[in-house]
T-cell receptor, first 118, second 112 residues
């Protein structure tokens, strides 16, 4: 049972390069989330999705784009990477009966992606 | 505004001691949910507990217990007879009507 799978696990980019982080979940969850974790700042929500074809901005969305073309996948894109985007990125998913605002159900997290921008 | 404060940045205790991790929250919502997550050295985040704002009963699960007090806006987490495997960063989180906010985490180190 894979749960939430993030690829890649590590990546080093040069400033200005683009890349996409992939998150896949096999729990049939409606809700998916992207966070970044920085020292001393906890987890901050970048974007989230309450269902296939929907996305919404979180706390720190600037510089990122997301897409949810399939229910099981949630992609996070960096169009032009900047050193300030060096971080550990976590994807999460959760289940809820009601579509709309952020779910009140526990979130299941992936193992994280460590991204360094030089 | 919604806020979660974990004032203890780092705690170290000797194995078998009890330890309490503090979590204080602020919200204007009448209905909200509180969570604790554990992040061991391997890096993954593990859900520990969820509590809604209408349920102030304390919860005990093995060596773990949680004390929710709305009067002081606190949701503290106690580990009894700590073990080395409890070493991790622990996050408290609050889900209000529209937003989910994590605290900055408490790094707990259990010294053998």
């Amino acid at each position: 049972n894979a749960g939430v799978t993030q690829t890649p696990k590590f990546r080093v980019l040069k400033t200005g390069q683009s890349m996409t982080l992939l998150c896949a979940q096999d729990m049939n969850h409606e809700y998916m989330y992207w966070y970044r974790q920085d020292p001393g700042m906890g987890l901050r929500l970048i974007h989230y999705s309450v269902g296939e074809g929907t996305t919404a901005k979180g706390e720190v969305p600037d510089g990122y784009n997301v897409s949810r073309l399939k229910k099981q996948n949630f992609l996070l894109g960096l169009e032009s990477a900047a050193p300030s985007q060096t971080s550990v990125y976590f994807c999460a998913s959760s289940y809820d009966f009601i579509r709309g605002a952020i779910s009140n159900q526990p979130q299941h997290f992936g193992d994280g992606t460590r991204l360094s921008i030089l | 505004a919604q806020k979660v404060t974990q004032a203890q940045t780092e705690i170290s205790v000797v194995e078998k001691e009890d330890v309490t991790l503090d979590c204080v929250y602020e919200t204007r919502d009448t209905t909200y949910y509180l969570f604790w997550y554990k992040q061991p050295p391997s890096g993954e985040l593990v859900f520990l507990i969820r509590r809604n704002s209408f349920d102030e009963q304390n919860e005990i699960s093995g060596r773990y217990s949680w004390n929710f007090q709305k009067s002081t806006s606190s949701f503290n987490f106690t580990i009894t007879a700590s073990q080395v495997v409890d070493s991790a960063v622990y996050f408290c989180a609050l889900r209000g009507n529209e937003k989910l906010t994590f605290g900055t985490g408490t790094r707990l180190t259990i010294i053998p």
